[in-house]
């Protein structure tokens, strides 16, 4: 198991690699991986520091706060999201803070599983983690903002850091960037990430005894390597149909661009890839929403094919849930993580709070009414009469 990792790490020389920093393309929050992960266009809370850091000027009052907890691969790998945003400037600027984890812990060293004489001591075998962490610091501005539309913009500058046991580590840093714009109907959105490439550098340790047995079963002993993140754009663009005051639908498309090299999507082509995105959200009275979604179309191999030559179109599903109660929102998404044959479903919770004061309004002055005095009249002069 070590050893495959270690392969997979230090084939890595300073090149653009595709699906690098993959753990990042996850999702955030339940409401957005219930809709397919379609959120880079209609956005509007503390997640969007990672779907369209632009979408953070939509928090103008209070600071807000979002937590999601997964897990994967029958509990095999964890994931673990949080992320605030805070308003300042009056709100016409927002700042926000995000940072998520995807490990896998208990993973088996099998370096020393057969001794020197040949035979096999199970005792030898020992674990150890895997985790891939990411630090996003985001900041929002407001552009233009009136009673029919609102243009924001946005960036992240993210710090990544990932570790494999005792063996490897990794520094990363890049930047991203981004646009939104709202009507009352339309919502649109653009966010370029690793703008400036993300570049990930490994440095390995290994004792003597580590070094022999990766020499002695014929694997490379990695010294450093480096491993870049060619930039991507997302487009976005939704409809919110308001069917009447109480009942909304939103649709929303997302389109992933790619320019590292040919991958399975709908678009593809040794230039460019591109893998659509789409989701639905159904808003009851802004309290009880439902959701719906797809991604991840690809074409793969038919399983009733035999000659293995027929292809087919498959894609991700999802479907999720939410409910508002005053300043606390609990969400819920249904999703898959390879397709809609799989059974690689999982269930995914979060929790976003609005940090209302109890008393909204004890941060403003709150006017006096004194009691209205009459006005003292001013003495009139008296008469005199001289004779």
Known sequence: MLQGILLCI?????????????????????????MGSSQAGGVDDATAGYWNPAGLANI???????????????????YDFLAAAFPINGGNKTLGITALRFGVDDIPNTLFL????????????????????????SY?????????????????????????????????????????????????GA????????????????????????YLTNNDIPVKSTE?????LTLAA??????????????????????????????????????PKVGLEANINNTVFIRAGASNFQKALADGDTLNQKKVWIFQ???????????????????????????????????KLDLVPRNRDAASPKKVYLPTLPKAEKPKPSKIYLP
Do not use: C
């Open 10 to 34: 230090g084939q890595s020389h300073a090149q653009f690699v595709q699906y690098s920093n993959d753990f990042l393309n996850i999702g955030a929050g339940a409401r957005g991986l219930g």
């Open 60 to 78: 103008t009052q209070y600071p807000s706060v979002a937590a999601m907890h997964a897990d994967y691969f029958a509990g095999i790998g964890k």
């Open 114 to 137: 057969v001794q020197p004489d040949g035979s096999i001591n199970y005792n030898n075998i020992q674990s150890f983690s895997s985790a891939d962490y990411a630090f996003l610091l």
């Open 140 to 188: 929002a501005q407001v552009i233009k903002n009136d009673d029919d539309n609102m243009l924001s913009w946005g960036a992240n500058s993210k710090i990544i850091y990932r570790k494999v046991g005792s063996f490897a580590t990794a520094w990363g840093f890049g930047f991203d960037a981004a646009l939104m714009y709202k009507t009352p109907s339309w919502r649109f």
């Open 191 to 214: 966010v370029l990430k690793d703008i400036t490439t993300t570049f990930n550098a490994w440095s390995f340790t290994f004792t003597d005894a580590e070094k022999q047995v990766l």
């Open 228 to 232: 870049i993140t060619a930039p991507s």
């Open 238 to 275: 939704g409809y919110d149909v308001a069917f009447s005051d109480k009942f909304h639908l939103l649709a929303e498309t997302n389109l992933n661009i790619t320019a590292d090299g040919k991958r399975n999507t709908v678009v593809s082509s040794d230039f460019l890839s591109i893998d």
């Open 317 to 351: 599903p999802s479907i999720g849930a939410g409910f508002r109660l005053g300043n606390v929102s609990i969400d819920y998404a249904f999703t898959n993580l390879a397709n809609q044959t799989s059974p690689l479903y999982t269930h995914v919770f979060s929790l």
